[in-house]
């Protein structure tokens, strides 16, 4: 992984070694002095890919000015032609495809959960009314049940061809006849089931390849139904009718649901956010308990632990499934209207935190993400900046020996190789045995139009640059003065950028001879 190059410096020698851009993503599991040299300490709005970190993509409005206050739900709708976003925003359900158009309004909650179910869109939010939505206008729902209050369902899925739902303070979960939404609702009893009581806060439906008791295999596969209660149990059913054919796959211990919006399919997996972190149904199954393998946040554990040990009772957790840009999205919402976001890419695992989007809630639409903002706007996920404004990022390597742990090392240089269609600003700093270092400012340019940015005395640079050549996606590699003395060294870069920007290597000079290695 390392590349070393020697070259003469005036009155000594110096040493080059080049390393991968922290590909490994954010990395808050592992101690300063055993982190993997190809993680990071902090990755905030930096995305990991297989080869290099790229900037997250900004976003821009789709629709404004729907409602006072947040958009709080987001929800698409596809049948057939029709292709709809709906948005919950001060009482109302809003159509915000195109110009943003009223649907219904005097709900007394924006937080619904929805889901589509033979061309038609339900909805509950555990304190109005359920809706449904059927491609053109919103209706209430026809729904009854023996002791059942519609009003206090306030989770729904489809599983089977059967609509379930949760009920607010209750144990208990309901379903439907086969083939509708809604309607008469019977009830069973999960409260016969989990061994530490607690009430359902989330459910989803996982599908087993194969199809049989061997959860991995070939075939067509069967959906089982999850259930995740407060206590921490997880329920996991096989059959399509709770009435006769049911059969208790296992009741799984992990950690508490966070929020009734805490699940999300992604390929046949089930993911699910709890006190433990980001966890997998699938895993945890097959191996019939928590272990780090079955938590998929396992290298952001402690961070995603404590987050929801702090901000777990404000209102926005969510887990978002972004198939098209391979991405698992985890909402946190820290209060006072802000929120943060840990985003993993799902080719590699590698997580990295991102800031400056205060999203209430996210969508998926046309293979696009959505969310939606406190002023009553929905924002796309797209382009290169945030609404015009700069994306702001901040990363810090993991500690290096460079192979020589008992050395101590003095870094002169730094030199990142970026690629990029514009100038960015860039700050670079070094830092030495796991101590912090300040972010360096990013009022130094570095692109084409920048004179001097190189710090560096060219007299000892003797292999080559790699000049801005314009273009679409040109590269440059230059060296700015740094200064670290230790045994473990790292570097902290911090950007500004209106463009795309990618992060490819990273080439450290450290300083040889004169007793230091």
């Given at each position: 992984?390392?590349?070393r190059?020697?070259?003469?410096?005036?009155?000594?020698?110096?040493?080059?070694?080049?390393?991968p851009?922290?590909v490994?993503?954010?990395?808050t599991?592992d101690?300063?002095?055993?982190?993997?040299?190809?993680?990071?300490?902090r990755?905030?709005?930096?995305?990991?890919?297989?080869?290099?970190?790229?900037?997250?993509e900004?976003?821009?409005?789709?629709?404004?000015?729907?409602?006072?206050?947040?958009?709080?739900t987001?929800?698409?709708?596809?049948?057939?032609t029709?292709?709809k976003?709906?948005?919950?925003?001060?009482?109302?359900l809003h159509?915000?495809?195109?110009?943003?158009?009223p649907?219904?309004?005097?709900?007394?909650?924006?937080r619904?959960?929805?889901?589509?179910?033979?061309?038609?869109?339900?909805?509950?939010?555990?304190t109005?009314?359920?809706?449904?939505?059927?491609?053109?206008?919103?209706?209430?729902?026809?729904?009854?049940?023996d002791?059942?209050?519609?009003?206090?369902l306030?989770?729904?899925?489809?599983?089977?061809?059967r609509t379930?739902?949760?009920?607010?303070g209750s144990q208990?979960?309901?379903?439907?006849?086969?083939?509708?939404?809604?309607?008469?609702?019977?009830r069973?009893?999960?409260?016969?089931?989990?061994?530490?009581g607690?009430?359902?806060?989330?459910?989803?439906?996982?599908?087993?390849?194969g199809?049989?008791?061997?959860?991995?295999?070939?075939?067509?596969?069967?959906?089982?139904?999850?259930?995740?209660?407060s206590?921490?149990?997880?329920a996991?059913?096989?059959?399509?009718?709770?009435?006769?054919?049911?059969?208790?796959?296992?009741?799984?211990?992990?950690?508490a649901?966070?929020?009734?919006?805490?699940?999300?399919?992604?390929?046949?997996?089930?993911l699910?956010?709890t006190s433990e972190?980001?966890?997998?149904?699938?895993?945890?199954?097959?191996e019939?308990?928590?272990?780090?393998n079955?938590?998929?946040?396992?290298?952001?554990?402690?961070?995603?632990?404590e987050a929801?040990g702090r901000h777990?009772?404000n209102?926005?957790w969510?887990?978002?499934?972004?198939?098209?840009a391979?991405r698992?999205?985890?909402?946190?919402?820290l209060?006072?209207?802000r929120?943060?976001?840990?985003?993993?890419?799902?080719?590699?695992?590698a997580?990295?935190?991102w800031?400056?989007?205060?999203?209430?809630?996210?969508?998926?639409?046309?293979?696009?993400?959505?969310f939606?903002?406190a002023?009553?706007t929905?924002?796309?996920?797209?382009?290169?900046?945030?609404d015009?404004?700069?994306?702001?990022?901040?990363v810090?390597?993991?500690?290096?020996a460079?192979?020589?742990?008992?050395?101590?090392k003095?870094?002169?240089c730094?030199r990142?190789?970026?690629?990029?269609?514009?100038?960015?600003?860039?700050?670079?700093?070094?830092?030495?045995?796991?101590?912090s270092v300040?972010?360096?400012p990013?009022?130094?340019?570095?692109?084409p139009?920048?004179?001097?940015?190189?710090d560096?005395?060219?007299?000892?640079e003797?292999w080559?640059d790699?000049p801005?050549?314009g273009g679409?996606g040109?590269?440059?590699?230059?060296?700015?003065?740094a200064?670290?003395?230790?045994?473990a060294?790292?570097?902290r870069l911090?950007?500004?950028?209106?463009?795309?920007?990618?992060?490819?290597?990273l080439s450290?000079?450290?300083e040889t001879?004169?007793?230091?290695?």
């Open positions: 992984m390392l590349k190059r020697r070259a003469r410096r005036r009155g000594g020698s110096a040493m080059t070694v080049t390393v851009a922290p490994g993503g954010l990395n599991r101690s300063l002095n055993l982190m993997p040299p190809t993680d990071a300490v990755l905030d709005n930096w995305n990991p890919g297989i080869s290099a970190l790229s900037v997250r900004g976003y821009r409005p789709l629709a404004a000015g729907i409602a006072p206050g947040p958009v709080e987001l929800a698409g709708f596809q049948a057939g029709v292709h976003l709906i948005a919950a925003a001060g009482g109302g159509e915000v495809t195109g110009a943003p158009a649907l219904a309004s005097g709900f007394a909650s924006d619904w959960q929805t889901a589509a179910f033979n061309g038609r869109l339900g909805l509950v939010n555990g109005d009314a359920p809706q449904i939505f059927d491609g053109s206008g919103i209706a209430a729902m026809a729904v009854e049940g002791g059942l209050v519609p009003e206090k306030h989770g729904i899925m489809t599983h089977r061809s379930y739902f949760l009920e607010r208990d979960f309901w379903y439907s006849d086969v083939n509708a939404l809604g309607g008469r609702l019977a069973f009893p999960l409260s016969r089931v989990g061994q530490f607690g009430n359902p806060v989330c459910m989803g439906s996982w599908n087993v390849e199809g049989s008791e061997a959860w991995g295999g070939g075939g067509i596969g069967e959906d089982l139904a999850v259930f995740c209660m206590s921490g149990d997880i996991v059913y096989r059959g399509d009718d709770p009435g006769s054919n049911w059969t208790l796959v296992g009741v799984f211990r992990a950690g649901p966070v929020d009734v919006r805490g699940t999300a399919r992604r390929g046949s997996d089930l699910v956010l972190g980001l966890i997998s149904i699938s895993r945890l199954v097959s019939g308990s928590l272990t780090p079955g938590v998929v946040s396992d290298k952001i554990r402690p961070t995603l632990v929801v777990g009772a209102t926005g969510q887990v978002l499934v972004h198939s098209r391979g698992t999205i985890v909402n946190v919402p209060g006072g209207g929120f943060e976001q840990y985003a993993m890419d799902t080719r590699t695992g997580w990295a935190r800031t400056g989007i205060d999203a209430h809630c996210w969508g998926v639409f046309d293979e696009n993400a959505h939606g903002a002023d009553g929905v924002h796309r996920v797209a382009g290169s900046t945030d015009g404004a700069a994306i702001e990022g901040d810090q390597t993991a500690f290096n460079f192979g020589r742990r008992g050395a101590i003095r870094c002169i730094l990142p190789v970026l690629r990029g269609r514009s100038e960015a600003r860039i700050g670079l700093a070094a830092a030495a045995d796991f101590r300040e972010a360096p990013v009022a130094t340019g570095f692109g139009t920048t004179p001097g940015w190189d560096a005395d060219r007299a000892w003797t080559d790699l801005w050549d679409g040109s590269t440059v590699a230059e060296w700015r003065a200064d670290g003395l230790g045994y060294l790292a570097a911090t950007s500004s950028s209106t463009d795309d920007l990618e992060w490819e290597t450290y000079q450290l001879g004169r007793g230091l290695i």
